[in-house]
């Protein structure tokens, strides 16, 4: 039905009572910066793509709408833990609203469908996945549906950091439903992912709201960890100064099991696990006991995280890089969510980005494992119909859940599968011909996607690598936010530049402004050089000092970078002209990894930063350069 035959009971809430309603039906006194916005954009009938920050109260914005509205609000999320949560919320406020998910016993669901069918429901909660079973589409008709909510929307774009092929397929529902009036809802999306959605959606007039990316309570580090000891030092050392509840980020599910059972036997921490290898069950009685547990760390990979409510979070580790600077912000900001200060420190090892690599070279099936998956459905077909459960072809064909997933939908984008009705927890297909052309053009597709992965791996390495940059500007003007971080320091940089030190420290317990030019960093590397005056190394200096080679190392480019010591005092002519040589090769001064990887392990980070430093000084000495 057109959105505008869609018959209403009531006239849309006006603003005025917006404040009257929050109160009575959610208890909440008052709205979150966006929250009234985009509210008012969707009670008026115009979708409305909304990006917020982690924490920042998406969910009220489709949930105040929907009680606000006549029939029924559909909210499509990928996450049943979030489900649950949210409708046991809502019923204890008294709202109608359920959860229909495989979780539910066949003869559950099929009550709630009737539920829904009935109009008896404001709210319905379901993944993407159950949008083609045709029971429930059939339910969805009689119930009149007039909010469709896509929450974690920036899932249904292949250029965000966190794609689900059946999130493709909520476009076509939508237009089957009569195109209701729709919000997609999201914390981290890049200008081209936010485009990416609405084209998806189809929604090409949808408003935008977009309430900024800026954290001001999160402060974050990076450090540089270059083996298993380093990273565990560091590790140590976060456990020691924040207490709190945590997160540890890890890349494989080996490392999610061996850190844990190091922490818990080496150093008597209490922590859960949470992998995509466990049990669903066991998955759940790990995020209920992290949830219930004061103190409590989590390791986890990146299954673990989107939905997870717990505010009091105040710390989050990443033991690796991750694979984009989206992902990165969006795990790194689920610390902090009460608005307390919470500390953010990403573990950076060169060597670890063959891992991310890795993932970006096996995200989707090679030629021949789509070939070989097209054939294992084609074989149990029957009458030119195949029957198949995700759980099993996973096990027959060894493929992770995700890259298969990728798969089906290569298939069905080339015709080479046609998606019918659900068989309870079984996907059925038509089975076609699968074809070379249809092959080169997934082949093409997949090469197209992961070019720009390689790129934002770039993205996230050159935030790790950087010496030079606020990191919280550098993670907010990635999203296209030009607006100021708000506090003083919120990264590893601005710490350095209070304490004039280069080893980035945790930041002490409150937030301060930090003085442009500070007395303790001109007393801090002035000492520092009138020991290098005195003819003393850089590891004597850090002994006599108290503190590390990094920092001294720190300290002796930036008085290279003024003129204040020569280049020599510091590194040999042979030393200086192999890495003149590599910056030369990399061609930029910007990034430090590329220039290490090509020099001799003898060669360190802190002799290339004194010779960085030192053409540095001789391209502000040069003329044109406003030199006297």
Known sequence: ????????????????????????????????????????????????????????????????????????????????????????????????????????????????????????????????????????????????????????????????????????????????????????????????????????LKLPDAERIITGFTRPNLVFHVRLTTDLPSKMQAIVKVLGVVKGAGIIYVGTRREAEELAATLDGQYKVPSFVYHGGLEKSQRSLMQDAFLSTSNAVMIATNAFGMGVDRPDVRFVVHYNIPGSVEAYYQEAGRAGRDGKLAQCMLLYAPQDRKLQEWFIEN?????????????????????????????????????FEVKLRVGLSQLEAAKSLVRLDNEGTNLRYEANELTQDALDIAQADVQRRRTYKRAQLDKIIGYAETTTRCRQGMLVTHFGDNSPTNAK?????????????????????????????????????????????????????????????????????????????????????????????????????????????????????GEIRCVIAAIGFEQKDAPGNGST
């Open 1 to 200: 039905m057109p959105r505008d035959l869609i018959p209403r009971i009531a006239p849309p809430l006006e603003p005025a009572a917006y404040p009257e309603m929050l109160r009575r039906r959610f208890g909440i006194d008052a709205f979150r910066p966006g929250q009234a916005e985009a509210i008012t954009h969707v009670l008026n009938q115009r979708d409305a793509l909304v990006v917020m920050p982690t924490g920042s109260g998406k969910s009220l914005i489709y949930q105040f709408c929907a009680v606000a509205m006549p029939d029924t609000a559909l909210i499509i999320s990928p996450l049943i833990a979030l489900m649950k949560d949210q409708v046991d919320r809502l019923q204890s406020r008294g709202i109608s609203a359920t959860y229909i998910n495989s979780s539910l016993s066949g003869d559950e669901q099929g009550r709630r469908i009737n539920q829904l069918a009935g109009g008896k429901l404001k709210l319905v909660y379901v993944a993407p996945e159950r949008l083609r079973n045709q029971a429930f589409l059939t339910a969805l008709r009689k119930a009149k549906v007039s909010l469709l909510a896509v929450d974690e929307a920036h899932c249904i774009s292949q250029w965000g950091h966190d794609f689900r092929p059946d999130y493709l397929h909520i476009g076509a529902m939508r237009s089957m439903l009569g195109n209701p009036v729709t919000v997609a809802l999201t914390a981290t999306a890049t200008i081209d992912v936010q485009q990416d959605i609405l084209d998806q």
């Open 363 to 399: 995200d989707s099936p090679s030629r021949n494992e789509l070939i070989a998956l097209h054939k294992m459905i084609m074989t149990r077909a029957r009458n030119g119909i195949s029957s198949v459960n995700i759980d099993d072809l996973v096990r027959a064909t060894r493929l």
């Open 489 to 605: 320091p919120c990264c590893d940089w601005h710490i350095r530049e209070q304490r004039g030190e280069g080893h980035p420290n945790f930041a002490t317990p409150t937030i301060k402004a930090v003085p442009s030019d500070s007395e303790e960093k001109v007393s801090s590397i002035a000492t520092t050089a009138v020991m290098f005056s005195e003819g003393l190394s850089i590891k004597e200096v850090a002994v006599k000092r108290g503190l590390t080679v990094n920092t001294i190392y720190h300290h002796a480019a930036q008085l290279v970078n003024s003129g204040q010591i020569p280049l020599r005092r510091l590194v040999s002519e042979t030393i200086e002209v192999r890495i003149r040589a590599a910056v030369t090769q990399v061609g930029t001064l910007e990034r430090l990894a590329p220039i290490k990887a090509i020099l001799p392990e003898s060669i360190d980070y």
